[in-house]
């Protein structure tokens, strides 16, 4: 199975921490150049300096805010100004806070569809085109099991993955006859600060503790744990390789079997 991916260089967002940095790690162990890019600095060159270097790679990180896309976008152009390519992208960034749809203010709506699908729609618009020059992409989104089975609080969230879903089965499309392929990673309660703070807003809601609420959740998936952020990398990781070129518009639940549909 080829999954090398050496002289590739992959650009992994929300890298600094969680399933990012997981990502990152494992994109690394296969060869590629990573180029790490989150909105805190300080954090992200401690980050870049863990990544397993084989011995001629060349990792960087860029920073920039996703509730600034105008700074994304200055940010990436003027990456690929410079001559850079990116074969491998990552899309990941933390989702919105939970609560009920019919309780969420239209500008929740707009946040969340900025920080997602806008930046998600800069960066690739900025990359496709040195894909297209290799005959080689890759672009992850990391969305959310939501995608299949909306969850129970989690309004905005649960309406801006599913447009995010949508947005790259459409890419997918339109650019496999380039030898780029679009899917999606649907990761499951992960061991995460994104799920320490919901389970930690759970439990406070409801007067229980912490970890009756996370048992309670547990039960719920049939391997019976959380991930870990590692095993959410490793799936996104194959879907960037060589073996995985005739994969393409796939959503990819990583859940240990919590989502109860096909």
């Given at each position: 199975m080829?999954?090398d991916?050496?002289q ?25 150049n ?18 397993p270097?084989?011995g001629s ?9 996703f509730?600034q896309p ?11 100004g ?5 074969e491998?992208?990552?899309?990941n ?9 019919i309780?969420?203010?239209t500008d929740e ?11 998600n729609?800069i960066?690739?618009?900025?990359l ?13 989104n990391?969305?959310?099991t939501s ?7 989690l ?17 997918a499309?339109e650019l ?16 995460t600060?994104?799920l320490?703070?919901i ?8 007067g229980?503790t912490?970890?009756?609420?996370a048992d309670e959740?547990k ?7 959380f ?6 990398g ?10 995985a070129?005739?994969?393409?518009g796939?959503?990819?639940?990583v859940d ?7």
């Amino acid at each position: 199975m080829n999954l090398d991916l050496k002289q590739k260089t992959a650009i992994v967002c929300g890298s600094s921490q969680g399933i990012g940095f997981a990502a990152a790690v494992e994109l690394a162990e296969l060869g590629a150049n990573v180029v790490m890019l989150a909105r805190n600095s300080a954090r992200l060159a401690e980050s870049v300096a863990k990544l397993p270097n084989l011995g001629s790679q060349n990792h960087s990180y860029l920073v920039a805010d996703f509730a600034q896309p105008e700074q994304l976008k200055e940010t990436i152009t003027g990456w690929t100004g410079q001559g850079n390519v990116a074969e491998i992208l990552i899309n990941n960034t933390g989702g919105p806070p939970g609560g009920l749809a019919i309780d969420a203010q239209t500008d929740e709506f707009i946040s969340a569809f900025t920080n997602h699908l806008i930046c998600n729609q800069i960066l690739v618009q900025a990359l496709v085109p040195g894909m297209k020059e290799k005959s080689y992409g890759r672009i992850v989104n990391v969305i959310s099991t939501s995608v299949k089975q909306p969850l129970s609080n989690l309004g905005v969230s649960n309406t801006i993955r599913g447009a995010v879903g949508n947005w790259a089965k459409t890419l997918a499309n339109e650019l496999g006859q380039f030898g780029i392929t679009v899917n999606n990673v649907l990761p499951g309660a992960t061991n995460t600060a994104r799920l320490e703070s919901i389970l930690k807003t759970k439990s406070e809601k409801t007067g229980r503790t912490y970890e009756d609420v996370a048992d309670e959740m547990k039960a719920s998936i049939p391997a019976g744990r959380f991930a870990d952020a590692a095993e959410v990398g490793s799936a996104i990781a194959f879907l960037t390789s060589p073996a995985a070129s005739y994969i393409n518009g796939i959503n990819v639940p990583v859940d240990g079997g919590r989502t109860k549909c096909l």
